[in-house]
Structure formats: structure tokens, C-alpha cells
């Protein structure tokens, strides 16, 4: 790579592309002021703060981008896209990578995160709605932190936080069709 | 004038961790003369999960239930503040008439898009006024934290101001109580990473409970179940962590309103919480 390649955004990039088209933001009118990066709650535990996250799409940099820790670490509070003097919607250029990371099966760097997301939805289905107990003891399963907040559970049992039988309503079969319905036109 | 009956979608949590939510907005509800019909047979909106994983299922799963209040011909009301925002956002995309059509498909039957969704703290919000208040909440300090979701993106939720809101402070200071000037309204509290990256959440809830309590508050007045989980169900680990006595009670906005107007702490399920709010409210003479 030349260093004009790296100061200049490369004209044609596949991700930019990508990003540009899945959520509707011009990369390219970010300059690199980094309010997003100063207001992000989650920037020092990130690997890239979203500025240079935005710096590495504009670059082309797919790698780095998609196996970022940011693109997991994201809260979606939309800080950033709040906060941005191009009015660039961040939190929608972060989720986009989300969805296109989970598409081009790249490794994720907070694995974890992308696993509970994908037991969450798919209990979904399955009983119409969320249901904290499956959801907790199936992440603590698969993940294979099996003590994860192990801790706090005799006191959410003993308040009725947490209701033991997942909840059945009849909605959940139209739920599971729905889901067929949307996987179907994806894959198109 | 403000329409005195609305469909309602409670949402997931709050007919199991959020439970003290539902309740008092309901016991509120009902004594002013609001009607909530709730939504039959709705299902979960997707939260911050499928817009996570997949656009189309961000906009298909908040727009059944659109479609259900739709054939009521109602506005919907919603608590949770995370359903609020993704029914917001699904109506916001459902604008484009391709997405329109192409979603109508997925859940099957009409949808026109025609919703209106408010949030139950601008409905009480409204009514502030004319509460029939028996027991002011005189000499309770409290923050109201609003977190991220209610209030951000303001072009598509249209709530309030996106970094110093008001509209819980109004409210809650038409209780009789002080709402206090701070930092912290709209900072997120770890959002759904408590099982993922507990490490994140414990720093970014300690952040607000250390400048809520420093300011004297007595305790936090939310509207979101997961921003109430994470400030409230972490607490512990947090002093244990931090070595900073944080201990601050997390109530919901609508359990307020309900002991200013005389509802008992049992009837608001002001027990539900890890972190105890009756010897606080005893102290006040508040309950």
C-alpha cells in the first residue's frame, strides 16, 4: 500500500460501497473530528473508537473494520449519530457492519455478543417472546461461562424477576412463519 | 385533546422482570380515567437483537404488532422504552413504499402505517396537572435518568430534547417532589451487554449511580426495564468493584406517580427491586 492510498480514500472500495449502500450514509463527508469517539461510552473498551472506525471504511480496510471489537462493543445509543457535525448516522453505519460482518461470516472479535443476539432471536420463534431464564442458561451453555450471573439468581427468584416456564402464546407460531418469511427473502 | 383510550403493548419484560412496571402503570392508568387495551396475542418487537442481526426483521417484528393496534384503529402506548424506539424506527422505514409492501407481505394481511406510538410518560406527562395527589412526594430528591432509547434518534422518536430532556422532570416534579440538575440523564448504562460484558456495564451504571448520589439524590425515577435492571440489579457488584457506596433506589417513573396519589407500596410492587426502596421512603414519611 502506498501512502497516497492511505491518506486518500480509495475511490472504489467493495465495503465503503457496501456500507454506503446498506445504510444510506456518505462515508466520505466524515473529517475525522471525533465527536463521535469523545461521547462513545464504550470507546475505551474498543479496539477501534468508532472516528477510526469510520477512517477504516473510507480506507477500505475490511479486515480491520469487520473484525473490530467496536462494531459488538456499540450500545446503540446514538451518541454519535446525535452528536456528528455531518449529520452521519453512526449507529446506522455500525449496526450495517453488524449485519454485514454476520453475512460475510467473518470471525467475530466479541464472539459472545454475537451469540447472545442469535440465542435471542431464536428463541423468539419459538415462544412468541423473550424468556430472561432460557435466555440466560443457554448463553451460560454455549458460551461456556457457566457462572455468568449465577450469582444474582436466588435474589431474581425470590422477588419474581424471573418466571421459570417460557411464556406460550399463540402468536409465536405466526412469529415462526414470519421468520421463515423474512429468511427466504434475504437469501434472494 | 389527548385521546383517553389506547391499545397497549407491555412488551417482554414486562410481564416477567419488569413486572412492578406494568402494574403501576396500569393501577395509574385506570384511576385517571385512561384506558389501556392491551394488544391480544402480541409478540416480542425484536430489541436490540434483530436490528443487530437483520434489517427486515427489525421492521417486520414491531410492525405486526403495529397491525394489530391498527385493526383496534387505536394509538398504541408503550412502556418499555426499547419497544418504543423499535416501533418508532419500524414505522419511520415502513415511510418507503417498498418496504411498506414488502413488509405487509411478510406478516401477511394490510398494514397502512397509519400508528400513531406514544411512550406512557408523555401520556402522564399530559395529565400532570390535574393528578389527584394525596401524598406529595415534598422533600424527595430525584434523578430521572431517561437513558438513550427513549430519546435518540429525536428525528424519528420525536419525544424530547436528545441530551437534557424534561419531560420526566416535569412529571415528577409536579409530584411534589425535586427533580435534580445533573450530567448523567442520557448517558447509557450498558444497554444489553449484562451478560456478555458485565465488565462494561459495571463502569458505565457506576458512572450514574456515583454522580445521582453525590448530587444527594434519594433515588432514580426510570422509564426503561433494561436501564432499571442494569442500575438496580448490579448495585453490589458495583460497591464491591468500585468501593463506593452507591447504594441508590431505582423506581419507575409510574411507581411515583402512583405513591403521590396514594397507592400503597404493595399495590406498586415497590418490592420487586434488589435494591429496597422502603426504608428510604420510610425515613421521608413517604410510605
Known amino acids: 500500500m502506498t501512502i497516497a492510498s492511505v491518506i486518500t480514500p480509495s475511490p472504489i472500495s467493495e465495503l465503503r460501497t457496501s456500507v454506503e449502500k446498506r445504510s444510506g450514509q456518505n462515508i466520505l463527508e466524515c473529517y475525522q473530528c471525533g465527536k463521535c469517539s469523545a461521547g462513545c461510552p464504550t470507546a475505551y473498551a474498543m479496539d477501534l473508537t468508532p472516528r477510526q472506525l469510520m477512517r477504516g471504511i473510507q480506507l477500505g480496510l475490511k479486515d480491520e473494520v469487520l473484525g473490530s471489537t467496536t462494531i459488538w462493543l456499540c450500545l446503540s445509543c446514538q451518541i454519535c449519530s446525535a452528536r456528528c457535525p455531518r449529520q452521519i448516522d453512526i449507529a446506522r453505519v455500525l449496526e450495517s457492519l453488524r449485519i454485514l460482518a454476520i453475512a460475510e461470516k467473518s470471525k467475530p472479535a466479541e464472539k459472545d455478543v454475537l451469540l447472545f443476539h442469535r440465542i435471542f432471536l431464536g428463541l423468539i420463534p419459538r415462544y412468541g417472546r423473550a424468556h430472561e431464564l432460557s435466555l440466560g442458561v443457554l448463553y451460560n451453555l454455549l458460551s461456556k461461562h457457566f457462572l455468568a450471573n449465577v450469582a444474582l439468581l436466588p435474589k431474581m427468584l425470590t422477588k419474581g424477576k424471573l418466571t421459570i416456564l417460557p411464556p406460550r402464546v399463540k402468536g409465536a407460531s405466526e412469529v415462526k412463519k414470519l421468520f421463515a418469511k423474512v429468511r427466504a427473502v434475504e437469501k434472494q | ?287
Not at chain 2, 432509547?149 to 420526566?168: A, G, H, K, S, T
Not at chain 2, 454522580?211 to 432499571?228: F, I, N, R, S, T
Request: net charge negative; glycine share 6%.
Open chain 2, 1 to 287: 385533546m389527548t385521546p383517553r383510550v389506547y391499545a397497549y403493548y407491555p412488551g417482554c419484560t414486562l410481564h416477567s422482570t419488569a413486572k412492578e412496571y406494568d402494574v403501576s402503570a396500569r393501577l395509574v392508568c385506570q384511576s385517571l380515567g385512561i384506558e389501556l387495551r392491551e394488544l391480544k396475542d402480541w409478540t416480542c418487537c425484536g430489541a436490540s437483537s434483530a436490528h443487530s442481526t437483520s434489517d427486515l426483521l427489525s421492521i417486520a417484528l414491531p410492525a405486526r404488532e403495529l397491525q394489530a393496534a391498527e385493526e383496534m384503529g387505536l394509538p398504541l402506548a408503550v412502556a418499555c422504552a426499547m419497544c418504543f424506539s423499535r416501533l418508532k424506527f419500524a414505522i419511520h422505514e415502513l415511510n418507503d413504499q417498498a418496504t411498506l409492501g414488502l413488509v405487509s407481505d411478510i406478516i401477511g394481511g394490510e398494514l397502512r402505517n397509519t400508528i400513531e406510538v406514544v411512550h406512557l410518560l408523555k401520556v402522564l406527562e399530559e395529565e400532570k396537572e390535574d393528578l389527584p395527589l394525596k401524598r406529595p412526594l415534598t422533600g424527595l430528591k430525584v434523578a430521572c435518568y431517561y437513558g438513550c432509547l427513549l430519546v435518540r434518534p429525536r428525528d424519528i422518536l420525536d419525544f424530547d430534547d436528545e441530551e437534557n430532556p424534561q419531560i420526566m422532570d416535569h412529571l415528577i416534579e409536579a409530584l411534589g417532589a425535586q427533580s435534580i440538575d445533573w450530567g448523567f440523564k442520557t448517558e447509557c448504562c450498558g444497554a444489553s451487554l449484562p451478560l456478555t460484558r458485565k465488565d462494561i456495564v459495571l463502569t458505565l451504571s457506576h458512572r450514574i449511580l456515583h454522580q445521582a448520589k453525590q448530587l444527594g439524590a434519594d433515588c432514580l425515577a426510570v422509564a426503561c426495564p433494561m436501564c432499571h435492571s442494569n442500575l438496580d440489579t448490579t448495585q453490589r457488584e458495583i460497591e464491591a468493584k468500585y468501593k463506593d457506596g452507591v447504594g441508590l433506589p431505582i423506581l419507575y417513573f409510574t411507581q411515583l406517580v402512583g405513591l403521590a396519589m396514594g397507592f400503597s407500596p404493595k399495590q406498586l410492587l415497590l418490592n420487586k427491586h434488589l435494591t429496597d426502596p422502603l426504608p428510604m421512603l420510610k425515613e421521608k414519611e413517604l410510605a
